[in-house]
């Protein structure tokens, strides 16, 4: 074991962590973002540190818009977002490519291979491809630091975005930092050149010349990179690879010889050739899409024969090994017959009442993108659709346009993503003389990526008061002429609305607002029990999903028996209203 | 070459794994090792499986765990413990939380909670210690120190000197559960008849 201390200024950081402290570094001095997983955590860290206004924008377009302006202006800027969120911002990216930058330009584009918490698992290398940007592949918590730095460095350098790409591994994997100090770097403030700036036919294609030269001398560039190297192993079996895979590579085949590349977009050709010559059997590794390899076999490089690498999922070690033929330990497999432990709604979550309500009309739900998805689960069941943000409302008013029925229909949207991109839809329903019922569930938070704050909770991202959009003013103000605010734990009153929604014949938006538990639990409520003599056991409590109410029933009997665990019960008492027997009951104190 | 210790833990969303594993990795850290931590965050928090993976050495590349190579598996919870007990290493060891925590809900069709994780565990690995560790937490001051005294049984088995995991506990936890947790430790620590070895 080493008995050598590591020095003082060195911390053990996320990905994420290590990106925020790189742009702190570089001096940044705006970064904006919309939460999602797993790229939050890189504006949370930056809204600790001085110097620098950290801010959290309606949605990632909008994001990448400030950071563009800011880096017109001559400072230094950062967006980050998931992968999907470059979706939404990748109208500003592919442009903002053609007008430059002043300032250094970052975007962190945080991909989720194997989908831990995404709707997809795109591979966002294509979009420095598609909009000739350069892009850079961290493989851990060092490297995103210093390849945020130099990411910066580039910028101001080539006059370009640059494309910072991580994966969900090196965002939440934490290993040893060096910490540097920051160097403040003054803006100058924005000049008037309408000819970068204005992307108008004229100047888009002369500046479109200056964006395939600058391509090209990123290409010289990319052959020195000092992020691009060569690391000379036993000379047989040489590895092209870049980000989390490098990591595995060097794990399962420490002596092959390997080209690792930082700068992944444009590649090094004659570094490729040079290194191609230099080994007997080459191989490129890389997780989800053959963005490299493609690249390397236009190239006329020949590769050696291998296992088809899999294009879905995350790669890992023994992924790795197979595809290097490394023999290893054969591993044993696991228990199969293990219950599964899916991610469930609290006890006590409002959004599993509305998703009971909505149960009970036995309506259609066009679902969105927050925790309530876990409402498709058993035993709720209540989600038939979930796209992407935002998509609740547009998808429900494109299925009542075909059917020709709006009674039958709902659209739930949380109130982040229904600022996020849900007001747009929202016009168009009225628009277009949609008659769709939107149901917004408002916890008051960002709660599936851990509670952020957003325009509707009336705080900043460092948490300075601010203007509290209200979501009905702004549903009224598009022209909703039914616009109703309700508890969720009221069952009845929220049965009542969306009833009477559904039926009318114009659109109706019904606002179900309950802070999210997790964020109120300071706030005691006792909690509920099952009164044994009045139970019939007849299980309906269990119907939807509470982790606080426990089947308890003896194996083989056909009467249900439950219990309601009241470390966990949230005293919520919507079990109550739904027992038809009134056997739930409210505990006594002490109880 | 120094060879690399790996630690697994694994849990439900809630019970504290990632601050564990903080603690786990800052203690290797202090004992001037190459660390890399990993989980994955986000949904699995709302009660779900969770694990935690912690490597340590002179130069770690991977930071996730080769399949197999798992030398300590902390596992907060039993249900939790088995899930991942497959990954251990021939002479590895597993520390096991004596709760039971059946999935929060029911997937339809879907095995039983099974009654013989005990045994079963034994049977995937050659240590198995089970630690009641709530009820020792308990004895410490406070039952939500249940996560720090298997961290103390995990202190006897894996190489970091004591004054590594302290300084590890003194930079995660809040001062005001420093005391209560330090003393979870101690008995962990402490604790005999946690394992044959």
């Known amino acids: ?591 | 070459m120094s060879r690399i210790t790996n630690v697994a833990i694994a849990g439900v969303g809630g019970q504290g794994i990632i601050l564990a594993g903080d603690i786990v990795a800052q203690a290797a850290r202090s004992a001037g090792h190459d660390v890399k931590k990993n989980e994955v965050h986000g949904m699995a928090q709302r009660g779900g499986a969770v694990v935690s993976e912690i490597r340590y050495g002179k130069r770690i590349y991977s930071p996730l765990i080769p399949d197999g190579e798992v030398d300590v598996l902390m596992a907060l919870e039993l249900l939790e413990g088995l899930r991942h007990a497959h990954r251990v290493r021939a002479g590895g060891m597993v520390i096991a939380n004596e709760l039971r925590l059946p999935p929060a809900v029911r997937v339809p069709d879907s095995p039983e909670y099974p009654d013989d994780i005990t045994e079963r565990l034994r049977g995937a690995a050659e240590n198995v210690a089970v630690v009641p560790a709530a009820e020792l937490a308990r004895r410490a001051g406070n039952a939500r120190a249940a996560n720090t005294i298997l961290i103390g049984v995990l202190s006897r088995f894996v190489d970091l000197p004591v004054d590594a995991w302290k300084s590890a506990l003194r930079m995660c936890l809040r001062p005001s559960l420093l005391e209560v947790n330090l003393l979870a430790f101690d008995l962990g620590r402490r604790r005999r008849k946690t394992a044959k070895r």
Request: charged letters at 25%; proline letters at 6%.
């Open chain 1, 1 to 591: 074991m080493s008995s050598v201390s590591p020095p003082a200024l060195c911390a053990l950081l996320s990905g994420d962590e290590a990106i925020a402290r790189g742009a702190f570094e570089a001096g940044v001095l705006v970064a904006t973002a919309y939460p999602g997983t797993p790229s939050t955590e890189i504006l949370e860290a930056l809204t600790e540190c001085p110097g620098l206004r950290a801010q959290w924008a309606p949605n990632e377009k909008v994001a990448l818009e400030v950071a563009l302006g800011a880096a017109l202006a001559g400072a230094r800027a950062m967006a980050s977002m998931k992968h999907v969120g470059l979706n939404v911002a990748s109208d500003t990216l592919v442009t903002a490519s053609y007008t430059g930058v002043r300032g250094g330009l970052v975007v962190v584009s945080a991909d989720d291979p194997g989908m831990h918490s995404s709707q997809n698992e795109q591979d966002n290398r294509h979009y420095a491809h598609l909009a000739k940007i350069p892009l850079l592949e961290p493989s851990d918590s060092q490297e995103a630091k210093d390849f945020a730095v130099l990411g910066f460095e580039l910028s101001e350098q080539f006059d370009t975005p640059v494309l910072l790409r991580i994966t969900t591994r090196t965002a939440h994997s934490k290993s040893l930092v060096r910490l540097g100090e920051r160097t403040e770097r003054a803006a100058e403030g924005f000049s008037r050149d309408p000819a970068k700036t204005v992307m108008v036919p004229a100047h888009a294609r002369r500046r479109h010349e200056l964006v395939e030269a600058r391509m090209a001398k990123l290409a010289e560039y990319a052959e020195t990179c000092p992020l691009n190297r060569i690391e000379r192993g036993d000379g047989r079996t040489g590895v092209i690879v870049s980000g989390i895979a490098y990591q595995y590579v060097k794990e399962v085949r420490p002596r092959a010889s390997v080209l690792k590349l930082g700068l992944t977009h444009p590649l090094p050709e004659r570094l490729i050739r040079r290194f191609a010559r230099s080994v007997e059997r080459l191989y490129v590794v890389e997780e989800l899409d053959p963005f490299i390899e493609g690249q390397v076999r236009a190239m006329g490089v020949k590769l050696a024969r291998a296992p088809t690498q899999a294009r879905t999922g995350e790669l890992s070690p023994s992924a790795v090994a197979r595809f290097l033929g490394v023999r290893r330990r054969k591993s044993r497999a696991g228990a199969a017959d293990l219950p599964p432990r899916p991610p469930t709604l609290c006890p006590g979550c409002g959004h599993r009442a509305l998703l009971t309500v909505l149960k009970g009309l036995k309506v259609f739900v066009s679902g969105d993108i927050g925790c309530y998805t876990l409402g498709v689960q058993p035993p709720l069941r209540t989600m038939d659709t979930c796209v992407c943000m935002g998509a609740s409302i547009g998808v429900a008013h494109g299925i009542e346009k075909v059917s020709g029925r709006s009674d039958n229909i709902v659209a739930v949207i949380g109130d982040s993503t229904f600022v996020h991109s849900g007001i747009t839809p929202l016009i168009d329903v009225i628009y277009n003389r949609g008659a769709t019922t939107v149901i917004i569930l408002d916890n008051e938070t960002v709660a599936m990526t851990g509670h952020q704050d957003h325009p509707g909770t009336g705080k900043t991202a460092s948490g300075e008061p601010t203007h509290r959009l209200l979501l009905e003013d702004i549903c009224r103000a598009v022209g909703v002429k039914h616009v109703s605010v309700v508890d969720p734990y009221d069952l009845r009153s929220t049965r009542e609305l969306v009833r009477a929604a559904l039926q009318r014949s114009e659109a109706s938006v019904v606002i179900a607002r309950r802070r999210c538990v997790l964020l109120d639990r300071g706030r005691v409520r006792r909690p509920f029990r099952v009164d044994a003599e009045q139970c019939v056991g007849c299980g309906q409590c269990l119907a939807h999903g509470c982790p606080a109410i426990a089947d308890v029933t003896p194996p083989g009997s056909r009467r249900k028996q439950v219990r309601i665990v009241p470390e966990l019960c949230a005293g919520c008492g919507v079990c109550a209203q739904i027992c038809p027997e009134g056997a739930i009951v409210e505990a006594a104190s002490g109880e």
